[in-house]
């Protein structure tokens, strides 16, 4: 069946350090959305990207769809204390389902 | 803003009793997503609805069954309850009208089954 993969699985990063996730899927995304989910929490809608090779920016993260539309990476530019919890992309696999991605738990220290 | 409402938030039940999970989507949401999330395992797609008709199956146990009302609340009835079942339910709704849209989750309710 469809898979999502995502790497890393942890990652712990000083405060002030850049920070990336990559997603890979094992089949072609119309679309590819992320989330964050803080612990605790529930996951939190961050974007959505649609086109072949797009790149959003949202103040310190910048998310990019692959030419192929199999990947997609989401780069977090000199992290911050907030910033910790578990990022996740998730790629539709049906009318009205999505699949998550086995996400990248992001710790940052001060 | 309005947020989905899950209920209860917890729950405890014993081995192979029944359960039912109830989730109040967002005004004018006409999509609801149900999601199993382990501890540190990513959410699983369970069942969809799409103006009260079931739209996607997911990895749906048999013994779980789900519908949406009139009103488009939603409830997870889940049956023979196994210990592996213990996690957490997570509703999500969507906006009418357009696929693929972001979906709101809802808080989730915490199933421990002993």
């Known amino acids: 069946g469809q898979q999502v993969m995502q790497i890393p699985q942890y990652q712990h990063v000083q405060e002030g350090e850049d920070f990336t996730t990559y997603c890979n899927s094992s089949t072609t995304l119309s679309n590819i959305q992320w989330y964050k989910q803080r612990p605790g929490g529930h996951p939190v809608f961050l974007i959505q990207?649609?086109?072949?090779?797009e790149v959003k920016k949202q103040k310190r993260l910048t998310f990019q769809f692959g030419e192929a539309k199999k990947n997609s990476s989401l780069h977090i530019t000199a992290t911050q204390t907030t910033d910790v919890g578990t990022y996740f992309c998730a790629g539709p696999g049906g009318t009205y389902k999505y699949i998550f991605g086995t996400g990248t738990r992001l710790k940052v220290l001060a | 803003a309005a947020g989905v409402i899950q209920s209860p938030r917890h729950l405890i039940k014993e081995k192979r009793e029944t359960a039912t999970l109830k989730c109040y989507p967002i005004p004018r949401h006409d999509t609801v997503y149900w999601y199993q999330q382990g501890p540190g395992q990513d959410p699983q797609f369970l069942i969809s609805?799409?103006?009260?008709?079931?739209?996607d199956k997911g990895s749906i146990p048999d013994r779980f069954s789900a519908q949406q009302f009139s009103d488009y609340h939603s409830e997870l009835n889940m049956s023979s309850l196994e210990l592996g079942d213990s996690a957490l339910y997570f509703c999500a709704s969507s906006p009418a009208g357009v696929t693929y849209n972001e979906q709101f989750f809802g808080p989730g309710t915490r199933l421990t089954v002993l």
């Open positions: 990207l649609v086109k072949s090779g």
């Open positions: 609805f799409y103006e009260k008709m079931q739209s």
